[in-house]
């Protein structure tokens, strides 16, 4: 059985997400960059399916499995350089 999204809300720190399961699950908007730096607008343009949240106009996708295993913006790791 999979889980599902029915909603996404935000507040100043933080995106919420209602599951098909009755539980809700939140993640801080640091995690995911375009959202923290997103309007309102934008955040409020997304697009829900059964595998994760998506918004066309921020390139921006983020999986339910990812969010309930605590993964946050994978793109992150690209911009972590080690030292040499």
Do not use: N
């Amino acid at each position: 059985m999979s889980t599902s999204a029915t909603d996404v809300r935000f507040d100043e720190d933080h995106l919420w997400v209602d599951l098909d399961d009755g539980r809700t699950i939140g993640a801080p908007l640091a995690w995911f960059p375009r959202l923290q730096q997103a309007s309102p607008a934008q955040r409020q343009a997304v697009e829900i399916s059964p595998f994760g949240l998506h918004w066309e106009e921020l390139d921006e996708d983020v999986s339910i499995e990812g969010l309930l295993m605590g993964r946050r913006d994978m793109t992150l790791r690209s911009a972590v350089r080690t030292p040499a």
